[in-house]
């Protein structure tokens, strides 16, 4: 009876393994395809788009496009030939990917400071922020999070264990490791902080504009505010929500002893990083595109009032 348990138990698990990882497979497809139809789009445009917020754009697509194209082939050399799972160069591929994983959140960050000083400090904005500028900050934000990636391969941190397997950076143990899991954890932090505070600034400080003007010359400049504000709030909303599960279980690997709690929290914290990448390109390039917005619910106001926004903020048109 308990051999006939075992059995099932094996086969619900394996085959709920499947389905998982045929999920995975299908959402980075997609991700796939919104990025290269978004680079599509952004090499169409040509006068309406400000040089810097196109840069930022292509950034975003283009490490969005690579880094779903290697967990695309993870996934399928791990499901077509499981006898190499754990071998040691699969786990260096993907200690590799990490950095499209944290390239990402570079890209974000730059992009939510950028849409901060263009409405907060837009004298300041106009004169100092440049394409060059930008060109350069993103420059160094990925050469550090490179190094910072690639540091397990010198002994500060964990991708390969004893037993011969992939390692996640929160399985540490040594005490080294265990620093360089911490740094990690607060460099991901930082960049969920940093967008919080400057996309929530921004709302705040739009929200404010749109109680002191009443007059009638301002109210279509007042409905796009109020568009850009829930815009914003998405954005901020979307890459928390994803980001921050992925954090989290590197100090639920610290602290928590329950292994099968632990398996199933970062196959949960590891779908919502794939959304993600998946949804980035409809986020921020798509659902500005007239055929992809004309099949939006809210395609109607959006249309009535991006005129507006745009003149409101054409600074803001990163995000939009």
């Given at each position: 009876?308990?051999?006939?348990?075992?059995?099932?138990?094996?086969?619900?698990?394996a085959?709920?393994?499947?389905?998982?990882?045929?999920l995975?497979?299908?959402?980075?497809?997609?991700g796939?395809?919104g990025?290269?139809?978004a680079?599509?789009?952004?090499s169409?445009?040509?006068?309406n788009l400000?040089?810097?917020?196109?840069?930022?754009?292509?950034?975003?697509a283009?490490?969005d496009?690579?880094a779903?194209i290697?967990?695309?082939a993870?996934?399928i050399?791990k499901?077509?030939?499981?006898e190499?799972?754990?071998?040691v160069?699969?786990?260096?591929?993907?200690?590799l990917?990490?950095?499209f994983?944290?390239g990402?959140?570079c890209?974000?960050?730059?992009?939510?400071?950028?849409?901060?000083?263009?409405i907060?400090?837009?004298?300041f904005y106009?004169?100092?922020?440049?394409?060059?500028?930008?060109?350069r900050i993103m420059?160094?934000l990925?050469?550090?999070?490179?190094?910072l990636?690639c540091?397990?391969f010198?002994?500060?941190g964990?991708y390969?264990?004893?037993?011969?397997?992939?390692?996640?950076?929160?399985?540490?143990?040594?005490?080294?490791?265990?620093?360089?899991?911490?740094?990690y954890?607060s460099v991901g932090l930082l960049?969920c902080?940093?967008?919080?505070y400057?996309?929530?600034?921004?709302?705040?400080?739009?929200?404010?504009?749109?109680?002191i003007?009443?007059?009638?010359?301002?109210?279509?400049?007042?409905?796009?505010?109020?568009?850009?504000?829930?815009?914003?709030l998405?954005l901020?909303?979307?890459?928390?929500?994803?980001?921050?599960?992925?954090?989290l279980s590197?100090?639920?690997?610290?602290f928590?002893q329950?292994?099968?709690?632990?398996?199933?929290?970062?196959?949960?914290?590891?779908?919502?990083?794939?959304?993600h990448?998946?949804?980035?390109?409809?986020?921020y390039?798509?659902?500005r595109?007239?055929?992809?917005?004309?099949?939006?619910?809210?395609?109607?106001?959006t249309?009535d009032?991006?005129?507006?926004?745009?003149?409101?903020?054409?600074?803001a048109q990163?995000?939009?």
């Amino acid at each position: 009876m308990s051999n006939a348990t075992t059995a099932i138990s094996s086969l619900h698990l394996a085959t709920t393994g499947q389905s998982s990882l045929f999920l995975v497979q299908a959402m980075l497809t997609v991700g796939v395809c919104g990025n290269l139809l978004a680079l599509f789009v952004l090499s169409r445009i040509r006068n309406n788009l400000d040089g810097r917020h196109k840069f930022l754009l292509r950034c975003m697509a283009t490490n969005d496009f690579v880094a779903e194209i290697g967990m695309l082939a993870v996934t399928i050399v791990k499901n077509v030939w499981p006898e190499i799972g754990n071998n040691v160069w699969r786990c260096r591929l993907i200690v590799l990917l990490r950095f499209f994983g944290l390239g990402s959140g570079c890209v974000a960050v730059l992009m939510a400071v950028e849409r901060w000083l263009a409405i907060t400090r837009p004298f300041f904005y106009r004169i100092y922020i440049t394409e060059n500028i930008l060109k350069r900050i993103m420059i160094m934000l990925w050469l550090t999070v490179l190094c910072l990636v690639c540091a397990p391969f010198f002994g500060f941190g964990i991708y390969w264990n004893n037993s011969k397997m992939c390692s996640r950076v929160g399985d540490a143990k040594e005490s080294l490791d265990v620093i360089y899991a911490y740094v990690y954890f607060s460099v991901g932090l930082l960049f969920c902080i940093v967008i919080t505070y400057s996309n929530v600034d921004v709302i705040i400080k739009l929200s404010t504009r749109e109680r002191i003007n009443h007059s009638r010359f301002n109210e279509v400049r007042t409905d796009a505010e109020r568009l850009f504000c829930w815009l914003m709030l998405f954005l901020c909303a979307s890459f928390v929500v994803c980001w921050l599960p992925q954090l989290l279980s590197i100090l639920l690997a610290q602290f928590c002893q329950n292994a099968s709690l632990l398996k199933w929290y970062n196959k949960i914290a590891d779908l919502l990083l794939v959304l993600h990448f998946s949804l980035d390109p409809y986020l921020y390039v798509l659902q500005r595109w007239k055929l992809v917005r004309s099949t939006l619910i809210w395609s109607k106001y959006t249309r009535d009032n991006m005129a507006g926004v745009m003149q409101l903020c054409p600074n803001a048109q990163s995000s939009v």
